[in-house]
């Protein structure tokens, strides 16, 4: 058990124990009384509010880790807590009716000033640290996540002045970096194949929820429309030449909002309809790598009683992953349900996700955290599936992607305050060496890959 659980579970106790002292102290002491609850009061409020927060925001996980807030929340509603407990302990012993009136002020004031502070002190902050690009940095990190890389070339998203993003194609042999995109669209999701010959991504049409996803002939740039829809589309991975399995959820519509919440795993031929290979229904189906008949993703889990995935911790701080992995049947064109709930793989300590896999399964990398400790800054883990043996590659800059195999390379990007860096580790020889690096300043000037589209 963590050491955060272990204070959690011994909370109740201190709380009691703060009561007992209030109680037997308020006639003969009332001042260390009080003292004794107030504190009480802040402690309990320090531990709920966020605890509170981070379950009942479990189920978005993505979106709240995507805009920073788990780093700055955990502070932030710890002390916003604190002050609340401790305000609302005093109000309710104040001895004097304008006092009780002061302090409800004061404790009102906080509750809705914190959340204020939550949104705004990390945008000050980041400003202030970031030579004044607190949404470009933010749009990059958000983005960075997405890469893809083979022997011969490597591709990942940037953020566009216009809202959207755009594709970066970097030939290896030559440093050549060139610019996939086009106004009015965003493309994403880049996947390139094992042989490197071709190239997956997604483009949307701007306000629009129109989806294509597009297979590309590196050599030429001669593209096709694989799938038209209205629907999701995520982590296309092409499993053979034109079969490609991907994540996909129709937009769903919920009291309060919509959402793509209803994830299942497919398959389509380019020139055919799609195959759905499951029936999950998931919020959350991501990070798709498929070597012969396993299929390896990420999953934030689910509250669902008949979902085959697991309840998230219910202790924020637990030891946690978000890897699973799946059987499927590819002459019958099924994923297999398992029987029982799924397993978490890669338990290793801390938060593990982004799953990436080499071309046999033999070799798995993952972002990795430890927990409990304030810190989410994702370092890079790789594990030999058959010896068990870890490498851990550290995080330097602000961010690194998920991790792409390409032979006997594992190569990954690395978000900085002001270029993109990539590199690569040799598995046989340990080795990291540099591979691409360009300054932010100079992506406007990459040259425009002109693609030539045709129906699939």
Not at 344 to 368: C, I, M, R, W
Request: aromatic fraction near 12%.
């Amino acid at each position: 058990m963590s050491q955060a659980a272990q204070f959690y579970s011994s909370l109740p106790f201190l709380l009691a124990l703060t009561v007992l002292i209030y109680f037997g102290l308020r006639r003969i002491a009332p001042i260390a009384a009080r003292i004794s609850l107030s504190l009480g009061g802040a402690l309990a409020g320090s531990f709920f509010a966020p605890a509170l927060l981070l379950v009942l925001i479990q189920p978005f996980r993505n979106g709240w880790n995507l805009f920073g807030l788990y780093f700055w929340g955990a502070p932030i509603l710890f002390v916003g807590g604190g002050i609340a407990g401790l305000l609302a302990v005093l109000w309710w012993t104040a001895p004097s009716t304008l006092g009780r009136r002061k302090l409800k002020i004061a404790l009102f004031s906080t509750v809705l000033m914190t959340p204020v502070v939550l949104f705004v002190l990390p945008r000050i902050v980041m400003f202030a640290t970031n030579n004044g690009r607190p949404d470009d940095l933010h749009a990059r990190s958000i983005a960075i996540y997405e890469f893809t890389a083979s022997p011969q070339s490597l591709a990942f998203p940037i953020p566009t002045q216009d809202g959207g993003r755009a594709l970066v194609f970097v030939d290896r042999a030559t440093r050549q970096a060139r610019l996939i995109g086009e106004n009015g669209f965003s493309y994403g999701v880049p996947r390139l194949s094992w042989d490197g010959e071709r190239l997956l991504f997604v483009r949307q049409k701007k306000e629009s929820r129109h989806r294509e996803l597009i297979s590309c002939f590196v050599q030429t740039w001669q593209c096709r429309f694989v799938i038209q829809t209205d629907n999701d589309v995520v982590s296309p991975v092409e499993i053979e030449k034109d079969v490609i399995v991907y994540s996909s959820s129709p937009l769903v519509t919920l009291p309060d909002r919509q959402r793509y919440s209803r994830h299942d795993f497919y398959l389509v031929k380019v020139g055919s309809d799609p195959i759905q290979l499951s029936d999950f229904g998931e919020i959350a189906l991501y990070s798709i790598n498929v070597s012969g008949d396993r299929i390896l993703f990420g999953s934030s889990g689910s509250f669902l009683e008949k979902s085959v995935f697991p309840k998230p911790p219910s202790v924020p701080f637990d030891l946690k992953s978000e890897i699973f992995e799946l059987r499927w049947d590819r002459e019958a064109l099924r994923v297999l349900t398992p029987t029982e709930k799924l397993k978490p793989q890669f338990l290793v300590g801390g938060y593990s996700t982004h799953p990436s896999a080499s071309e046999d399964g033999e070799k798995v990398a993952f972002l990795n955290t430890e927990l409990g400790k304030g810190n989410y800054r994702f370092n890079l883990m790789v594990v030999d599936t058959a010896s068990g043996l870890k490498k851990l590659i550290k995080l330097e800059g602000k961010d690194f992607s998920a991790a792409a195999f390409a032979g006997e390379q594992m190569l990954f990007n690395e978000l900085l305050n002001d270029r993109y860096r990539v590199r690569a580790w040799n598995r046989p020889s340990d080795a990291i060496e540099e591979v691409f690096e360009i300054d932010f300043s100079k992506l406007r000037e990459l040259e425009h890959i002109s693609l030539t589209l045709t129906a699939k």
